[in-house]
């Protein structure tokens, strides 16, 4: 990952996932896979909890992978090591804690973990039943750039966004299983929200910001879709169609994020010099 590279073919695979299916959902990568390298793409995402479906419950700890041991995962990894690809499973640590985690694989082999950091146990939510929380947040580098991976719920709280740009990432990768809501816009209103925020953060963060979500019914949820790419600054530059599973792929240039945040300094304007309530 050290050739550096500004200009980026990414690849959003918006797709359904079969729950607690491992196997089935592998094929399902794979084929999405070779689509992704027929298009040149040099980072493809995939959904959250994308190996595994995502109501999982009591199926949760029969779905985990040990990503370091897991055939599944060396799979995956060596299918398309000249990609960097972002999937999201059920990951079981030595001492049998499982985490709502997404990796990045690249060059044949595991390149990043980040585990989700915050697990939402309210409404139809129950992953806080389920899974340990992540306690780390930490950069990646794809192809000689700083960018960061948070899952779903993590980029409703806008700390992690914050501390990853601040370290310097140039790019957020968020991959997610929201459910879905429609009302009688064209847009659902659950993506109108997702894109509220995807271009607040692109915008007060100055950086690209890469939305996967997934589709499909499951367990009486369904999901919307809607993936979409925002460029730094908040235009949307594209975005998949609701409710069918898509590829979608996009030409990024990372300069862009050099080119705002020279003319809109907000990151280096920042101070922790401010008292007030804590």
């Known amino acids: ?32 896979i070779e689509r992704a390298r027929a298009e040149r793409v040099d980072l493809l995402l995939f959904p959250e909890l994308s190996l595994t479906g995502y109501r999982l419950l009591h199926l949760t700890s029969r779905v985990a992978l040990r990503p370091a041991e897991s055939p599944v995962v060396a799979r995956l990894a060596a299918a398309a090591p000249e990609l960097a690809v972002v999937v999201g499973l059920v990951e079981e640590d030595e001492r049998g804690f499982l985490f709502n985690t997404a990796l990045l694989l ?14 939402p ?33 993590d980029f409703w709280h806008s700390d992690p966004a914050e501390k990853l740009v601040r370290a310097g990432a140039k790019l957020l990768a968020v991959v997610s299983a929201a459910p879905g809501r429609i009302g009688a816009a064209p847009m659902p209103v659950s993506q109108e ?8 953060s692109a915008l007060l963060n100055t950086c690209w910001v890469l939305y996967c979500g997934r589709v499909g019914w499951e367990e009486g949820t369904f999901y919307t879709g809607g993936s979409h790419v925002v460029r730094p600054g908040g235009e949307l530059l594209a975005r998949a169609a609701y409710l069918e599973e898509e590829l979608l792929v996009a030409e990024i240039d990372l300069r862009e994020v050099d080119r705002l945040r020279w003319r809109l300094p907000i990151l280096d304007a920042e101070r922790t010099d401010i008292e007030g309530p804590s």
Not at 16 to 30: C, E, P, Q, T
């Open 1 to 32: 990952m050290n050739d550096r590279r500004s200009r980026l073919r990414v690849g959003l695979a918006q797709i359904d996932a079969r729950l607690g299916d491992v196997d089935a959902n592998l094929d399902k990568h794979l084929a999405w």
């Open 106 to 119: 690249h060059g044949g082999r595991i390149e990043h973990v980040h585990r989700k950091l915050y697990l």
């Open 121 to 153: 146990t309210y409404g139809i939510f129950q992953e806080g039943r389920f899974f340990g929380e992540g306690k780390r947040l930490e950069l990646c580098r794809l192809f000689g750039n700083p960018f960061g991976i948070l899952v779903c719920e």
């Open 193 to 200: 929200a997702w894109e509220s925020l995807t271009r607040a």
